[in-house]
């Protein structure tokens, strides 16, 4: 391990705290594996077929009483663990919605781990929770929203729509929630909230039920639908309705003003949930929810310990603790802060439009093959096709489609998912990491259709 004229003895971590030229040491090792790593991605597979279970193998063991050599664990996690999966930080990654694993977030998050600071409470870190509070309300002025709005950085989308559920649930609600209906948007309708739902509503309230929730999607993950959700904002206000936008995926598509119109009327939600992780190339682990009035977060989710150190009389500070059900948690903020102070937020606004204009392409590509049949142009940068056939019913296509998404991917160039539409199988394509280029992408587009040609002979 130890390089030539190298004082500093790896051999020995005991130490939980070592001194800094361990600490420096240890640094640079993980920092070259690291960019190493980031060096040979264009050329690692975009996915490994290797069978998963084998790597409870490699993993077996009791915990290490004493520590082991650090080369043999990084060798573990770089050239086994990690290549084992798909690859998620690589520009051949078109599946499910991408992320990317943004440096400048990754050393965010490296930075806040290692400071350790509280960010849960104003007054243990006023400047952490300033520094987080500031990067929220930048989102929420890009997002549109008016400037009272705030919210709070989730891990993700998930816990995003749980939190508006549960705020809009206590607004609305109370404590008697039995009754309560909630409305979601329907994937195969996409476009509108149907009709019928919206005839539901007053059915449901005939039988004694209580709409409390709709909730419109900007950019479905199936098929990267919009709702209307101007249309969507107009019911909820007239029936008194949280109205939640999913924006996980198509959110921050916001910031390009060419696609405003798409999603007009996103501005008008109480809450909108919106993935760093996915729409701003974020490492995983990274959501956040922004709500209109941020006192509908603190009435669902307040804490009122006696050891928590508590607000001084009469000063508005946002307690995050309070804002969701998080108590103890990272410094989530400086992980968007960071990279926004860095590259400046026109960065992020060129790599979205280069990643629209790409899957815009795509789609032209495709459009092209008189056997490919897409289900709808991409409106933020996400659609699905399939290929027909003049003699097969629905299944022995589907079965041929499945086929079909086997033989792009066996080359491991490119990596895309299938997704089924009322029992139509479809090949998606959504173009969102962070290092998909034009070049990965016609290589891709080159890819398919040899792989159509072959299903058509
Ligand atoms: C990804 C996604 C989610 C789930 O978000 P996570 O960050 O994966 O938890 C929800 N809704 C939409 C539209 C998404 O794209």
């Known amino acids: 391990m130890n390089k030539p004229n190298d004082p500093v003895d790896l051999k020995d971590l005991s130490d939980l705290d070592p001194p800094r030229p361990i600490k420096e040491r240890l640094l640079r090792e993980f920092s070259e594996r690291m960019l190493e790593h980031l060096d040979t991605l264009s050329d690692q597979p975009a996915w490994s077929n290797e069978d998963g279970s084998e790597a409870a193998g490699w993993l077996d ?9 650090l080369d043999e664990i990084l060798d573990l996690l770089f050239d086994r663990v990690i290549p084992c999966s798909l690859n998620t930080a690589g520009p051949g990654y078109l599946a499910y919605v991408p992320g990317g694993g943004l440096y400048s977030a990754a050393l965010a998050e490296f930075v806040a781990a290692v400071v350790n600071r509280y960010a849960g409470v104003w007054v243990a870190a006023p400047g952490a929770v300033e520094l987080e509070t500031r990067a929220l309300r930048w ?7 008016p400037e009272s709005a705030l919210g709070v950085f989730t891990t993700g989308g998930s816990m995003s729509n749980l939190l508006a559920v549960v705020a809009a649930r206590e607004k609305l609600l109370g404590s008697e929630i039995s009754d309560g209906v909630a409305y979601f948007s329907s994937e195969v309708h996409h476009s509108v909230i149907k009709a019928a739902r919206i005839a539901g509503i007053a059915e449901d309230r005939r039988a004694g039920r209580r709409p409390f929730f709709v909730s419109g999607s900007a950019g479905t993950v199936n098929t990267g639908a919009v709702d209307s959700l101007r249309r969507i904002a107009d019911v909820a206000e007239r029936e008194g309705l949280w109205n939640h936008v999913d924006g996980a995926y198509g959110a921050t598509f916001r910031l390009l003003p060419e696609l405003h119109a798409t999603l007009d009327g996103m501005e008008r939600c109480d ?9 701003l190339f974020f490492p995983y682990g990274l959501g956040t929810l922004l709500v209109r009035q ?4 603190t009435r669902a989710f307040h804490v009122s310990g006696s050891y928590l150190p508590q607000l001084q009389e009469g000063v508005t500070r946002f307690d995050f603790c309070e804002m969701s059900p998080e108590l103890s948690r990272d410094w989530r903020g400086l992980r968007v802060w960071l990279p926004f102070m860095l590259h400046g937020v026109d960065a992020f606004r060129r790599a979205l439009r280069e990643k629209r204009e790409l899957a815009v392409r795509a789609f032209e590509t495709l459009s092209r093959e008189e056997d490919v049949e897409i ?3 991409p409106e933020l940068s996400l659609f699905a096709f399939r ?11 589907n079965r041929r ?8 991917n066996r080359p491991a160039r490119i990596y895309l998912t299938g997704t089924t539409l009322g029992g139509v199988f479809y090949l998606r394509i959504c173009v ?15 890819i398919i259709r040899r792989a159509l040609e072959e299903r058509r002979v």
């Open 387 to 397: 290929q027909v056939f003049g003699d097969a019913d629905l299944e022995e296509t």
């Open 432 to 446: 969102l990491h962070l290092r998909t280029n034009r070049e990965r992408v016609d290589e891709g587009l080159e």
């Open 294 to 297: 941020p006192a509908d977060l």
């Open 139 to 145: 989102l929420v002025e890009l997002m549109g929203l």
């Open 375 to 377: 289900a709808a142009p």
């Open 401 to 408: 489609n499945r086929k079909l998404l086997e033989e792009i």
């Open 61 to 69: 063991g009791p915990v290490p009483e004493q520590g082991r050599p």
């Open 271 to 279: 809450s909108l949930a919106l993935d760093p992780h996915k729409g």
